[in-house]
């Protein structure tokens, strides 16, 4: 069997085209009709993710991790005695809410999928899953806070679900609590007075409603001026402040673009200078977006999500961290970056779900195998189950920092230090202090 996206072909599988003439005269006579026994085994999965636009980086990697499970269903996905034709629809938002939620609706109305995969940002993975869950689809999402995505829908602390066909796995505001703690506290010293730079938006809001309070709580005083809109060009008023109030830890949770815009009005006005500190999230993540900072970027740290160093692998496609990673680079010639990992476990959660699911045609057993769904990812351990709330399951996060390369192909490393959730990722040294 063939996997396809049915924008190239009609979605039907070839060997229902050939039969003797008796035979197909006899399975009509019967009720029976090849497209309704194609639809019938086959499994049709929405993937869509940033390819282009602001967010593209997390999406440079999909064409090959995509690549990979396309060869890995190639003859087909056998669950419980029965072998499917999977066909992955895979779709682009350009970085845009409202093109994500069209193609969401695209994809569940025209193509009629049976299941919706969707990472990398409130931005995307939101205007998805609300699609998907007024429509009625099992969706499996990661990479968003899980705090952006599940209160950023509307669910509310401390009240039951809103959420029946809708799953996520990711991180939260509780790891980044003790990656930032840990690391601020241990590995260098500072006045602990922390500039925040956290947007106007759906993770901005989280880190400032369920993060900030937490790390004042541990002893720093956070200097936050405030939610600013996506898209700002001039920061001299943040710079400003937090040159005043003297901050030596930078923290900041923008969109990509926003951020090399605010590091380098940082470094023409002085801030960068003053920092020992300087810790980023949902920007500074892959190796492009750095590589453009040029020294601004050296030593920046970030929490890693996923890494080669995880200790774990990938059931769909028997790869291990380590090499996704160099597979990953052979065949395209870049450096690996870090969300291979989660769009990958997402095809990995996607199928122990499947393969739990009874009928994988059924859309309520599917949605309901996902919320007991426990299993091992290349990511690492999936548990909705035991989650925070209902429909989220939480992920690690590791310390890791950005290095100029002292050899090899590439120009930077991106190395993990001494704060790990998972003993088991290997340390690769501490964190340096920041120097410009």
């Known amino acids: 069997m063939s996997v396809h996206d049915s924008n190239t072909r009609d979605g039907l599988s070839r060997r229902l085209l050939v039969g003797a003439g008796a035979g197909v005269a006899l399975g009509l006579g019967a009720g029976w009709h090849p497209a309704r026994a194609a639809a019938a085994n086959t499994l049709r999965i929405g993937f869509i993710s940033p ?27 056998t669950l419980n005695g029965t072998t499917y034709e999977v066909t992955i629809f895979d779709r682009d938002t350009q970085s845009d809410p409202a093109r994500a939620s069209q193609l969401a609706k695209d994809l ?22 609300d699609a998907c869950e007024a429509a009625g689809v099992p969706c499996l999402s990661t990479i968003v806070p899980w705090e952006s995505w599940y209160f950023g829908r509307g669910a509310k602390p401390g009240q039951p679900s809103p959420f029946k066909w809708t799953y996520h796995f990711c991180f939260g505001t509780a790891q980044f609590r003790d990656l930032y703690i840990s690391s601020w506290n241990n590995d260098v010293a500072s006045n602990k007075r922390v500039a925040v730079l956290c947007p106007n938006d759906a993770d901005g809001n989280a880190i400032r409603a369920h993060l900030l309070p937490d790390l004042a709580k541990a002893g720093f005083d956070m200097v936050d001026p405030g939610g600013y809109q996506d898209g ?6 943040q710079i400003a402040m937090f040159k005043k109030a003297g901050c030596e830890v930078f923290c900041t949770f923008p969109i990509p673009p926003d951020f090399t815009s605010f590091w380098r009005q940082a470094a023409q006005q002085g801030l960068t200078r003053q920092m020992k500190i300087v810790t980023v999230a949902k920007t500074g993540l892959f190796p492009s977006q750095m590589e453009a900072l040029g020294p601004l970027g050296y030593r920046i740290n970030a929490g890693a999500y996923w890494h080669p160093a995880f200790p774990y692998g990938s059931a769909l496609t028997g790869l291990s961290s380590a090499q996704l990673a160099s597979t990953y680079q052979a065949t395209t010639g870049r450096q690996w970056q870090q969300q291979l990992g989660p769009s990958l476990a997402l095809f990995d959660a996607m199928v122990a779900t499947l393969k739990s699911a009874g009928n994988p045609k059924d859309k309520s057993a599917v949605a309901k195998a996902m919320s007991r769904l426990q299993t091992t990812t290349v990511m690492g351990r999936i548990d909705f189950v035991n989650g925070p709330v209902p429909n989220v399951a939480t992920t690690n996060l590791i310390g890791a920092q950005w290095l100029k390369a002292t050899s090899g192909k590439y120009k930077l490393d991106y190395r993990t230090f001494e704060h790990a959730e998972d003993p088991s990722v290997p340390i690769q040294g501490p964190l340096e202090p920041y120097k410009m």
């Open 51 to 77: 390819r282009t636009g602001p967010l593209a980086g997390f999406g440079e990697g999909d064409p090959f991790i995509l690549g990979l499970v396309r060869k890995a269903f190639a003859n087909g996905l």
């Open 108 to 129: 569940i109305n025209g193509q009629q999928i049976d299941l919706m995969l969707t990472t990398s940002t409130p931005e995307v993975v939101n205007p998805v899953a």
């Open 232 to 237: 700002t060009t001039d920061y001299s008023a």
